[in-house]
T-cell receptor, first 113, second 115 residues
Framework: GAGVSQSPSNKVTEKGKDVELRCDPI?????LYWYRQSLGQGLEFLIY????????KSGLPSDRFSAERTGGSVSTLTIQRTQQEDSAVYLC???????????FGPGTRLTVT | GDSVTQMEGPVTLSEEAFLTINCTYT??????LFWYVQYPGEGLQLLLK?????DKGSNKGFEATYRKETTSFHLEKGSVQVSDSAVYFC??????????????FGKGTHLIIQP
């Protein structure tokens, strides 16, 4: 069956621009997670959704970062006024329920110039 | 807060050698422990897990035992193959009142197996 998909696979943007990253979880998975993978920080947890609500936003690095999930399915991570330190691979994962295995997507590589 | 420490490598071994990748953790609660693997050009995949003390997770010849007394979850394999070349991440997960928290990862260990 289809796994977690993310789009775009690569995104190059100029400093100060806004970007939107999309995640399509596995059908039927109620939990969705966003992570960031960068050379300096490794893999960092950003935010977690259960259904459409986000009980844990503790990992969002600044108020320029926001995320939403609609219909209990697709999620969008938005970064406003991008900075060079936002350059990273943004990973999405989903699981059938919060205590089950997380399946990861291929990621979106964001480069801020 | 929670944290995971693992050797960063790169670790270079010959085929059929014995592998150990050390992983230790600190956690406020009683975590579940995981090893994830990222093969070149591919996404993160769960390799194995353990949810309570003394549990042993195993998969594809890899093993790791949840040691609460030493807060460790070392990854081992008796005889590595070239196809095991990848980046390995140790991770933990705790559970809050709102449900499961996100995974906390180590920095990753780049493993290179030479024929």
């Amino acid at each position: 069956g289809a796994g977690v998909s993310q789009s775009p696979s690569n995104k190059v943007t100029e400093k100060g621009k806004d970007v939107e990253l999309r995640c399509d979880p596995i059908s039927g998975h109620t939990a969705l997670y966003w992570y960031r993978q960068s050379l300096g920080q490794g893999l960092e947890f950003l935010i977690y959704f259960q259904g459409n609500s986000a009980p844990d936003k503790s990992g969002l690095p600044s108020d320029r970062f926001s995320a939403e999930r609609t219909g209990g399915s697709v999620s969008t991570l938005t970064i406003q006024r991008t900075q060079q330190e936002d350059s990273a691979v943004y990973l999405c994962a989903s699981s059938f329920s919060p205590n089950r295995e997380q399946y990861f997507g291929p990621g979106t590589r964001l480069t801020v110039t | 807060g929670d944290s995971v420490t693992q050797m960063e490598g790169p670790v270079t071994l010959s085929e059929e050698a014995f592998l150990t990748i050390n992983c230790t953790y600190t956690a406020t609660g009683y975590p579940s422990l995981f090893w994830y693997v990222q093969y070149p050009g591919e996404g993160l995949q769960l390799l194995l897990k353990a949810t309570k003390a003394d549990d042993k997770g195993s998969n594809k010849g890899f093993e790791a035992t949840y040691r609460k007394e030493t807060t460790s979850f070392h990854l081992e394999k008796g005889s590595v193959q070239v196809s095991d070349s990848a980046v390995y991440f140790c991770a933990l997960r705790t559970y809050s009142g709102g449900g499961a928290d996100g995974l906390t990862f180590g920095k990753g260990t780049h493993l290179i197996i030479q024929p």
